[in-house]
């Protein structure tokens, strides 16, 4: 079975660092985009960026550049995303999802169960 | 401000069909065909019912279909049942720098 499972619940303090992951299994992991995406609470899904596990190439939606890391350890096809200092807009849920299609031109199947992210003093 | 705009909300009775529009530009949907559709019930992560503006994934009820008109494309519901009540959500490639552009969501409520 194809499927992505992501890591558990986090709770933080704002400032604080964070690291979350997405581990592939059921298919060839190194041979599809990775894509990252935020869905505030009650509010809509936003792309935040693609890594390819093949080589690590990465891409940013501006809105997210600079703002966190999208990073990949192919020997255990596991994909992350990471804060240096955690807003408390940054409490949200957060997905995962393999981009299928050619190249960077294509639909998100499947997706992650999603980490919740939950920032507050 | 997404950049691909969705009705905010639609309903429908059992049976009925409801058609959910997504319009982009040209640099997105109007040019591209990888335009795709997601549905998320409450609680539950999005999944993938239709991609490339038309073609259902295996598994997908063959009551949702996909079509596009210049930069707008659409997502129509036929035989409304109480279980197709989630939000929806159109996407697409963009040659823009973003790559990736979401609709804004359109909550569909079974009446």
């Known amino acids: 079975e194809v499927q992505l499972v992501q890591s558990g619940a986090e709770v933080k303090k704002p400032g604080e660092s964070l690291k979350i992951s997405c581990k592939g299994s059921g298919y060839s992991f190194t041979s599809y985009w990775i894509g990252w995406v935020r869905q505030m609470p009650g509010k809509g899904l936003e792309w935040m960026g693609l890594?390819?596990?093949?080589?690590?190439?990465?891409r940013y939606s501006p809105s997210f550049q600079g703002q966190v890391t999208i990073s990949v350890d192919k020997s255990i096809s596991t994909a992350f995303l990471q804060w240096s200092s955690l807003k408390a807009s940054d409490t949200a849920m957060y997905y995962c999802?393999?981009?299928?299609?050619?190249?960077?031109?294509?639909?998100?199947?499947?997706w992650g169960q999603g980490t919740l992210v939950t920032v507050s003093s | 401000q997404s950049a691909l705009t969705q009705p905010p909300s639609v309903s429908g009775s059992p049976g009925q069909s409801v058609t959910i529009s997504c319009t982009g530009a040209?640099?997105?949907?109007?040019?591209?065909?990888?335009v795709s559709w997601y549905q998320q019930p409450p609680g539950t992560a999005p999944k993938l019912m239709i991609y490339?503006?038309?073609n259902r994934p295996s598994g997908v009820p063959d009551r949702f279909s996909g079509s596009k008109s210049g930069n707008t494309a659409s997502l129509t519901i036929s035989g409304l049942q109480a279980e197709d009540e989630a939000d929806y959500y159109c996407?697409?490639?963009?040659?823009?720098?973003?790559?990736?552009?979401f609709g804004g969501g359109t909550k569909l409520t079974v009446l």
């Open positions: 890594i390819y596990p093949g080589d690590s190439d990465t």
């Open positions: 040209s640099s997105d949907v109007g040019t591209y065909n990888r």
């Open positions: 999802a393999t981009l299928k299609g050619s190249g960077s031109a294509g639909w998100f199947d499947p």
């Open positions: 996407s697409s490639y963009t040659s823009s720098s973003t790559s990736v552009v």
């Open positions: 490339d503006v038309s």
